[in-house]
């Protein structure tokens, strides 16, 4: 039996801009060149899967990508021990 996949809403830019993320990172399917994209200026309302396949990759011209939020970006926070996660 395959695991239940996640079946609500696709994650909006203004959702990531509210955890305090701000850009997109970009992995390449063929090659698997990755990027950083800075998405500031677009709406709040576009989904994060709205980019996926509208990429092109600059290492070998592919369009399509993974595209996820960076979450390396996302300033650290405390945890309720009083230490950090790393």
Do not use: K
Request: with cysteine; hydrophobic share 35%; glycine share 6%.
């Amino acid at each position: 039996m395959h695991p239940t996949r996640y079946q609500s809403p696709p994650m909006t830019l203004a959702n990531m801009r509210e955890n305090g993320v701000r850009s997109l990172s970009v992995t390449c399917h063929l090659c698997h060149h990755a990027a950083v994209i800075n998405v500031d200026a677009f709406d709040d309302g576009l989904p994060n899967p709205a980019f996926s396949s509208r990429v092109i990759c600059t290492g070998c011209g592919a369009i399509g990508a993974d595209v996820r939020p960076n979450w390396a970006e996302r300033s650290r926070r405390e945890s309720l021990t009083g230490s950090q996660w790393r």
